[in-house]
């Protein structure tokens, strides 16, 4: 486990690179709560099976994903910017299904829904419009005040970034994704802390003690999860 520095104003990452992502999981939130400044990718070719256009939840089978469909003669030619949804699939009311029956009994959610939906609602063309709308919405109710931009061309190399930047670059584009078999950053720098989840802990007349709740707790699912179950806190586990 890598030792976090303590917190004494310095940025534990000077400057992120970050791919898009859909309602991202909170390890994610924690590279950005983390960095100094953080750049989006978007001038990558889209890639599936990613973060970039699914999300992961913690329904009453277990941990779900659940993906957004694009226009599919559009996956390989484009970058990510110019990737378009597919709004001729029921992905969007699948979805609002998914996360209400996920989380209608966590604390928070009915808040933070009044927030999120909309956002969903407005329908975007673009994959890279919604998500960058609903990270500045998630990033407005964490409290999270880091400077984020988009980079102005594709990232290859830790080099000539920032223009005057001497900080070092943290590329979390290949680490923050499904097929990661790595720890997650959030254990990596020991800041994984078990919070109360729906499915997890709610057994009737069971009274489960803090190592049973530890041990049975799902990390490192979609910020929407840490969000309805803490709520203001969300941000104190980043």
């Known amino acids: 486990m890598t030792t ?4 004494s104003g310095t940025p534990l990452f000077p400057v992120s690179v970050l ?23 978007q001038h990558e070719h889209y890639q599936k099976q990613s973060w970039r256009s699914r999300c992961r939840i913690l329904s009453a089978g277990g941990p779900e994903d659940l993906s957004i469909p694009i226009v599919k003669e559009e996956r390989r030619s484009r970058p990510v910017r110019d990737i378009r ?3 001729g699939e029921p992905w969007l009311q699948h ?11 966590s604390a928070f959610f009915d808040y933070y829904a009044d927030d999120l939906f909309p956002v969903l609602l407005r329908k975007p063309e673009f994959l890279f419009d919604l998500n960058m709308a609903l990270l500045e919405k998630l990033l407005d109710l964490l409290d999270l005040h880091v400077p984020v931009s988009l980079t102005e061309s594709f ?6 970034v920032m223009p005057g930047s001497t900080g070092h670059l943290f590329d979390f584009r290949a680490r923050i994704q499904p097929k990661y078999k790595g720890e997650s950053l959030l254990a990596e720098y020991g800041r994984e802390q078990a919070y109360y989840q ?3 802990n709610q057994d009737p007349g069971v009274c489960h003690s803090r190592l049973e709740r530890e041990s049975r707790f799902i990390p490192n699912l979609s910020i929407l999860d840490l969000l309805s179950a803490e709520g203001p806190d969300a941000c104190r586990f980043l």
Not at 19 to 41: C, D, K, N
């Open 4 to 7: 976090l520095a303590a917190d």
């Open 85 to 87: 949804i597919d709004y």
């Open 19 to 41: 791919t898009t992502a859909y309602f991202p999981p909170v390890e994610y939130f924690f590279a950005i709560a983390r960095s100094g400044r953080v750049l989006i990718e």
């Open 95 to 105: 979805h609002l299904r998914a996360f209400e029956a996920a989380y209608h009994s």
């Open 155 to 160: 990232v290859k190399d830790t080099e000539g």
């Open 198 to 200: 729906v499915f997890v």
